[in-house]
């Protein structure tokens, strides 16, 4: 019998995470339904399976028995193929009282109808969310259950529970391991699998306390956790953050990721800039390349597959920025172009006016054809073309989009504008249409007289407008400002616009007497209380209930600042980075009120925390990913992402389950990967789209989940 994975705890006391794990590559097992759609619940035994089994529950990639003695990770080695692969997690001086119980049940039913003989048939079977293993060992529970489409578990230690009596053995592997870092590694005979080391905290007088935990070894392959300097009183929570799914996306020339969103239904939509002809497509409203093209790709839930794939573009160069999607699955892409060809339909402006002109384009909920497409430009050059990633875009409930970035000329479209004329050579836009598409609500300018460029943008329940950038201009224009004044050579800003887009609502700029490369993301929540982020080389940059309140060195740091609804005054604001390079370039903001931003760092000793890779991976740059906790004064986590080489984090979304989905662009041969569509790095530079949750355990309020995720 071949030899196969198996899941393993990740670690818990008041809640202790276990994580299934993802077949080695090697694994012939590759087809998966879409758990979006399917629920993953527990079934007990009514007689229709082996009597030693007293619940399973079906996964993609295995059937997971749950008995008495421990856990059965049972794997068919392929299609048509009785031969099974199972492995086995055991307890080790479990209680021989043990009570194994059902929790939650669902509203779903099942059906064995076996052979010709009604007797045997089983009906009318209820199904459970989770299997309780009740005081396995002395004041300690074991809860089993199932997220998203994994097995995820809960070890429970009450007051009087004690660490030391956890033991697990693994049965059926060829050896295991700790190795340096403190990660327990399984190796099988077909691949290895890494669990990383686990992290804990406790809710102690309503502040967290962080738990040093780690795995220990008991003896040949067995296992339990150390814990050190915890409180017995109170719960410890371990939460792994891990990676639901990994993958490059590309073709044989380079790719990057630039932008990505997030549906209700747990499918991400990337977009950015593409030169390979052989791109991967489906269902593609454009399904050859004409020149350097942006693309749009929606990948279903798992991760593991395209719903649709496009290229957009003409005979010139296309960039794509940013992308947005509304409620109806019909997305909005913001970027540049030099094709006089771009594709066009219900267009405000039919064709291309300047070397280089904005595009927006809405593509229809299923990829394959234009709602609308325009060019948006004067004379000249429209968009600053760099390394910063100036455009952005925003939808409001209604459909209408709104751009921002920067624009040279004397010409560009205004329309109820508050500010009607040019006045520096590159003055911030904000440009509000129609949801045709084919007008303008207003078009405005934005800016003093020396550079000024438009980072962001986002909208509110009331169609208020926000935008952030960057300014060198002395006199920008300032209302109810928190800062007045500009401190340095640039600065941040952060400007409201009324809803018809003719007034300032308030304007600040925000900054030290160094550098603020830009305010490049900006959210908005349901108080209207702004959060921007950034990075700075002011070593005064404004600071307030800041997770890190100094400046961490190198080039730049990233910032993360929490702006009063009114914009006058500083909720929170803090640095963050370590002693090289730091810079964020995309913000999320999920309904609690946390903070998920992405960039990229040459700092090996960036912050971490409950990370999924704890080190620098090498090369020039690693992207990162990091959460701040609603209140800006701590980490949720913070994680390296990225191989030996370079990587870049350019994009950022969440979903309501609190999961993060990042995009960039990875030189590395070796980036991390799980779950992938495509599992190599096909040319010099590809893009790259991952999913990161952190599993929620007791004392955390996340928002409900969202429509993928199996409860």
Partial sequence: MRKSWMGFPILFMGCLVLSVNELPSTSVLNKEPDFGKIPLYFIPNRGQADQGALFYAKTSHYTLWLTTEGLIFDAPQKAGDYE???????????????KVMPLEETEHRVNYFIGDDPEEWRTDIPTFRAVLYKSIYSNIDLKVYGLEKRIEYDWVLKPGGKPEDIRFRYDRMQATRIDKAGDLIIEGRYGRIRHRKPFGYQIIGGHKKEVDAGFKINGTDEYGFRVNDYDPGYDLIIDPVVLVYSTYLGGYKSEEGRGIAVDSGGSAYVTGYTGSLNFPV????????????????????????????TYLGGAGLDRAAAIVVDKTGAVYIAGNTRSNNFPTKNAYQKTLRGWTDIFVTKLSPGGTSLVYSTYLGGSDNDVESSDEDVNDIAVDANGAAYVTGSTTNTDFPVKNAYQKKHRGYYDVFVTKFSPSGSSLVYSTYLGG????????????SQRAAYIT????????????????????????????????????????????????????????DSRRAVFIAGHTNSTDFPVKNAYQGTYGGGSYDAFVANLSPSGAGLV?????????DDYSRDM????????????????????????????????WDDA??????????????????????????????????????VTGMTRSLNFPLKNAFQKSLHDR?????????????SGQRLAPPVANRIQ
Avoid: H, M, W
Avoid at 85 to 98: G, I, K, T, Y
Avoid at 475 to 500: E, H, I, M, N
Avoid at 589 to 599: E, K, P
Avoid at 641 to 653: E, F, R, T, V
């Fill in 469 to 524: 950038g960057s300014t060198e201009s002395g006199d920008f224009p300032v209302k109810s400002a928190f800062q007045k004044t500009l401190c340095g050579y640039r600065d941040a800003f952060v400007t409201k616009l009324s809803p018809g887009g003719t007034r300032l609502v308030y304007s600040s700029y925000l900054g030290g007497s160094g550098y603020e490369e830009s305010g490049n993301a900006i959210s908005v």
């Fill in 84 to 98: 099974r692969d199972a492995s086995r997690l055991l307890f080790v001086n479990a209680d021989e009282n043990l």
């Fill in 572 to 580: 929170y604001s803090t640095f963050l980075g370590g002693s090289a």
């Fill in 282 to 309: 489906k269902n593609a409203y454009q399904g050859t390349s004409l020149g350097g093209d942006a693309f749009i790709t929606k990948f279903s839930p798992s991760g593991k597959s395209l719903v649709y794939s």
């Fill in 624 to 661: 990162f990913v990091a959460r701040l906790a609603p209140a800006g004064t701590g980490l949720d986590y913070s994680t390296y992402l990225g191989g030996s080489d370079l990587d870049y984090g350019y994009g950022i979304a969440v979903d309501s389950g609190g999961s993060a989905y």
């Fill in 449 to 460: 007289t020396e550079y000024d460029s438009g980072g962001s943008i986002c909208v509110d």
């Fill in 685 to 697: 530079e590809d893009a790259f789209v991952t999913k990161i949750s952190l599993t929620a355990k």
């Fill in 588 to 619: 999320a903001l999920d309904d609690r009120g946390a903070v998920s931003i992405v960039g990229s760092t040459s700092s090996t000793n960036f912050p971490v925390k409950n990370a999924y890779q704890s080190t620098y991976g090498g090369g």
